[in-house]
């Protein structure tokens, strides 16, 4: 059995006892932090080019195309 323990704290009570830690871990944690802050900014950023009128028929038409053009180019 598992018992989940919530505590309230401070940021400065949280940087206090990330002082404590040893470099090893600071350096972990500083790994994770920014593991996350990537994931955040990515999501956001892929969340920021979501379009709904953009769907794998139009994405293949438009490489067909280009396709074609780079051929014509080629062939002249």
């Given at each position: ?11 400065d ?64």
């Amino acid at each position: 059995m598992k018992t989940a323990l919530q505590i309230d704290m401070t940021f400065d009570q949280i940087l206090s006892i990330v002082k404590q830690l040893p470099r090893r871990q600071k350096l972990k944690l500083t790994a994770a932090l920014e593991e996350e802050a990537i994931d955040s900014k990515l999501s956001q950023l892929l969340k920021t080019f979501k379009t709904k009128e953009l769907d794998l028929k139009t994405v293949n038409e438009e490489v067909e195309q280009v396709r074609q053009e780079i051929y014509d180019k080629q062939n002249r």
